[in-house]
Structure formats: structure tokens, C-alpha cells
């Protein structure tokens, strides 16, 4: 892997940290904006504000070819108290960047500057530096402010760090990256009593038990052995002393699956199972379900591209193209919903490292990934906009 030289390296590592020692939730990242903003316009570009409240795009054009693709990076952080001792940990109690997108950032803004310094490309670059991905959809506000209209990209392209990858590889999909999210929410109703006198109440803890078992029956007994899919309950909450029986249980959990057909196999038989605990326990069963994220599905022609410069940059046996997809969610998808595209997972596992996961309170995003993860946004680049067009 020989990567080109990108001189500003070291300053770009130290606005990363800096970053990451600055960290904003979803919808605030008013700083992180301001500092996006100042960059682009010092490298030149084209910078526009306020789409999503906190979004910065900033536009490259070289040539006279009206083709234009976009590059998008995610800029918020977690609700985690940070547990590094690093000089550059969060100063901010509760809020941290344990998923990289303080990196993500970093390599972005890096191509957007080596791009600018070096236009071998034949077209238009929109670069979307995108607020609130962690559960909050920024995503799909920028679209309902207007982002495609604004910016007509003919496709879009994400990139995300990925810990059990190693440094120097890459995965690429083809289809379905990531699932699609329902948030779930089934409250019970019985009858409260002493808890040494159960039969003059209606017990909703007892229905409760009985309802979990059943739910984790779905994927296993109600959906094909080839449709992947999870159902976790995630919460109870129910009572307040230990000897009376409460009135009501809250349970709280999530769905995910790669297919909408899935999704409503898997809804109806909520709705089922709710009905018929319901009636053999003698409570009110109701089940709440709220679909987050579509699953994140690249299309196949924009796939080929990127897993054609992945190879050139890093050699073939360093980028996987049959990678299962994952569980977690990403609101790169509603983008890929308006254009085609493809998301990818960059390597940042280190052997030396710690390499912790993703949202762990001990998560650094791998500072040497950021001239691979320019060099991939370079390449990507000039392929789609090169002088000779690549298809």
C-alpha cells in the first residue's frame, strides 16, 4: 500500500483530537460547524450553512463536466462519559466521540483540501458534513431541507471506521450494509394487589414473562432460516416495592432486519403474540412500534466503483467484498434512498492498540487511518470525475 503525501497530516491529526477533546450531541455541533466551515473556506471552497440547523456543505468544481457526486461524513457524539486519560480526552462530563466521527471529519476535510490543491478531476464535488446520525436522523433532515435539491448529486458515498477490521483493509458490500431499526414499546395492564394475595389482582409481570419467551420465538419459528433479523428486548420496568404486584409493565427493546417484507412479517406477529397473552392472562396488552432507519442497502454499479479504487489502493486480499453486514443502523440510509451509492467500512483495528469497539467509553477512533481514509475519498474521486471517465 503506497499512499499519496498529504503534508498537512500532523495538522489534520491535531484538529481531529481536537475535536475529539470537544465533543457535541446531535443537533448541536455548533463548534465542530464553525471549525468545518473555516477550513473549507480556507481551502477554497464553496461553504454553505444551516441545513439540519448545524450541516456544512462545501462545493469543489473543476472542468466543465456537469456530473456531480457527494462525499459524506457525520460530525455528532455520544451520551458516554469518556473513561481515557489521554491529553485529549472530552472535556465535557457525558458526551464523547466513541464512534469516530471526529475522525470521519478529519479525512474528509482531507480530501476536500488535497482536492482543492490538486483539481485532477472533471466535475463537481459536494462535500456533506452531516449532523445528529446517533438516533436523531440528521440524515433525513438535511434531505427535507433540501440537500438533493440544492446540491443534484448524481450519487452519494459514505464511510465509516471499523474496529474488527485491520488497519490498511476495507469492506464493501454490495446490497445490504446495514439493517433497518424499529424501535418497540409493549405496556401491560393488569390489576395491582398484595403480593400475598395474587388472585384478587391480574398480574402483569407473570403475562410479561410469558409474553418475552414467546417474542424470542419469532426469528426462529416465524421467519425464514435465510431472513436475518434481531428482536431484543432491551427494558422492563414495572413496580416499586417488593410486595405488592404493580398494575402495569413497560417493556422496551428494538427489531432489526435487512428487508421492509421482514419487518411486517415480524410486526404482525407482535401484534399476535400481544393478542393472545393478553387473553389467556386477562390483561390489556398494547404494542407500540416505531420504525428509525431503513436499512442501508449500496446500489451495485456505485459498489463496483468503490470496491474497484479499494482494491487499486489497498490490493485485492485487503478488502473484503463478502463481509456479512452488520445489525447497527445508519441514516446514510435515507441519502440512499433519494440517490444511488455506496457505504463502506474502512479498517481501524490495531494489533498494538487497544482496539476497542464502537460507543465504548474507552473508544479512540485510529489516527492512522486518516491518510488511508483520504486517499480512499481522493481516489473515489478521480475515478468518477476523472479526466477519463472510469464506469
Known amino acids: 500500500m503506497k499512499l499519496p503525501d498529504f503534508p498537512f497530516l500532523p495538522e489534520l491529526t491535531s484538529l481531529r483530537r481536537d475535536l475529539h477533546a470537544h465533543p457535541e450531541l446531535a443537533f448541536q455541533e455548533t463548534r465542530t460547524a464553525v471549525i468545518i466551515a473555516r477550513e473549507l473556506t480556507q481551502y477554497g471552497l464553496e461553504v454553505h450553512r444551516g441545513l439540519a440547523r448545524t450541516g456544512v456543505v462545501g462545493v469543489l468544481r473543476a472542468g466543465a463536466r456537469?456530473?456531480?457526486?457527494?462525499?459524506?461524513?457525520?460530525?455528532?457524539?455520544?451520551?458516554?462519559?469518556?473513561?481515557?486519560?489521554?491529553?485529549?480526552?472530552?472535556?465535557?462530563?457525558?458526551?464523547?466521540?466513541?464512534?469516530?466521527?471526529?475522525?470521519?471529519?478529519?479525512?474528509?476535510?482531507?480530501a476536500a483540501r488535497h482536492l482543492a490543491r490538486h483539481p485532477a478531476f472533471d466535475g463537481t464535488v459536494v462535500f456533506i458534513f452531516q449532523p445528529a446520525e446517533e438516533s436523531e436522523g440528521g440524515a433525513k433532515t438535511m434531505l427535507e431541507d433540501g440537500l438533493f435539491e440544492r446540491f443534484p448529486v448524481d450519487a452519494v458515498y459514505g464511510l465509516h471506521n471499523w474496529p474488527d477490521l485491520p488497519l490498511g483493509s476495507m469492506a464493501v458490500h454490495s446490497?445490504?450494509?446495514?439493517?433497518?431499526?424499529?424501535?418497540?414499546?409493549?405496556?401491560?395492564?393488569?390489576?395491582?394487589?398484595?403480593?400475598?394475595?395474587?388472585?384478587?389482582?391480574?398480574?402483569?409481570?407473570?403475562?410479561?414473562?410469558?409474553?418475552?419467551?414467546?417474542?424470542?420465538?419469532?426469528?426462529?419459528?416465524?421467519?425464514?432460516?435465510?431472513?436475518?433479523?434481531?428482536?431484543?428486548?432491551?427494558?422492563?420496568?414495572?413496580?416499586?416495592?417488593?410486595?405488592?404486584?404493580?398494575?402495569?409493565?413497560?417493556?422496551?427493546?428494538?427489531?432489526?432486519?435487512?428487508?421492509?417484507?421482514?419487518?411486517?412479517q415480524i410486526e404482525a406477529a407482535?401484534?399476535?403474540?400481544?393478542?393472545?397473552?393478553?387473553?389467556?392472562?386477562g390483561t390489556e396488552i398494547e404494542p407500540r412500534m416505531e420504525r428509525c432507519y431503513p436499512p442501508t442497502i449500496n446500489s451495485r454499479e456505485e459498489s463496483a466503483i468503490c470496491l474497484t479504487v479499494a482494491q487499486a489502493l489497498l490490493g485485492k486480499t485487503h478488502v473484503r467484498h463478502d463481509a456479512p453486514p452488520a445489525m447497527t443502523a445508519e441514516d446514510f440510509s435515507y441519502m440512499l434512498l433519494e440517490k444511488p451509492g455506496c457505504y463502506v467500512w474502512l479498517g481501524t483495528g490495531d494489533k498494538k492498540a487497544s482496539n476497542v469497539s464502537l460507543h465504548n467509553p474507552g473508544y479512540d477512533f485510529n489516527d492512522k487511518a486518516i491518510p488511508i481514509g483520504i486517499a480512499y475519498w481522493v481516489s473515489l474521486v478521480q475515478t468518477i470525475l476523472g479526466k477519463i471517465h472510469h464506469p
Open 175 to 264: 446490497g445490504a450494509i446495514m439493517a433497518g431499526t424499529c424501535r418497540l414499546e409493549i405496556r401491560i395492564r393488569g390489576r395491582g394487589c398484595h403480593a400475598a394475595m395474587p388472585h384478587q389482582g391480574v398480574d402483569p409481570i407473570a403475562a410479561a414473562g410469558q409474553l418475552i419467551g414467546l417474542l424470542h420465538t419469532i426469528g426462529t419459528r416465524e421467519l425464514s432460516p435465510l431472513d436475518s433479523s434481531v428482536l431484543s428486548i432491551t427494558q422492563i420496568h414495572a413496580g416499586s416495592t417488593w410486595n405488592v404486584i404493580p398494575d402495569e409493565v413497560v417493556l422496551g427493546g428494538t427489531i432489526r432486519s435487512f428487508h421492509t417484507v421482514v419487518q411486517e
Open 66 to 110: 456537469e456530473r456531480m457526486i457527494g462525499l459524506r461524513a457525520d460530525m455528532d457524539a455520544l451520551p458516554i462519559e469518556e473513561q481515557n486519560t489521554f491529553p485529549y480526552r472530552s472535556a465535557y462530563p457525558g458526551c464523547m466521540h466513541a464512534c469516530g466521527h471526529d475522525g470521519h471529519v478529519a479525512m474528509l476535510l482531507g
Open 270 to 281: 407482535i401484534y399476535r403474540i400481544c393478542q393472545g397473552v393478553a387473553a389467556s392472562t
